[in-house]
């Protein structure tokens, strides 16, 4: 008698386990029909950050957009744009640059990415990137 309240008990538990184990999966993207009130809520994206002050932020790193042999001159940014995937910034900074050589290359454009103030990445830019659409400021 004892033996069969024994195994009663261990499938009563097993079942029981099994129903509480798919709660868990019943989230806000499940295929299973469930009430809203039984969903979990899926978590809200994190607020925007304020868009950085591009010309202080050049300013004061100018050699991580530029060579320092560059001798960039006439250095101009545009306002900072929100990148369309993900938190971070973007803007077009332009200037006239110097080969190492010292002959006059001409006007550069690059495209920065810039994240809690700080530039994260630096490239020539792109036709795709439209910076020269872009209204320039001197920084």
């Known amino acids: 008698m004892r033996r069969r309240a024994a195994i009663s008990f261990i499938i009563t538990m097993t ?17 299973l029909p469930l009430p809203d009130f039984m969903r979990a809520k899926a978590a809200d994206p994190p607020p925007l950050e304020q868009p950085p002050d591009v010309r202080r932020v050049v300013r004061e790193k100018l050699d991580q957009v530029f ?9 101009q940014v545009t306002e900072a744009r929100h990148e369309l995937r993900g938190l971070g ?3 077009c900074v332009k200037a006239d ?14 495209r920065i ?18 910076c020269t659409a872009e209204s320039y400021q001197p920084i």
């Open 15 to 31: 079942a029981t386990a099994l129903v509480l184990s798919g709660c868990g999966i019943a989230d806000s993207r499940s295929p």
């Open 89 to 91: 910034w973007y803007a």
């Open 113 to 130: 990415s810039i994240n809690s103030g700080v530039i994260i990445d630096r490239r020539r830019a792109l036709p795709e990137d439209n």
């Open 67 to 75: 060579v320092a042999q560059s001798n960039p001159q006439n250095v």
């Open 97 to 110: 640059l110097t080969s190492a050589t010292g002959k006059p290359l001409g006007e550069e454009t690059y």
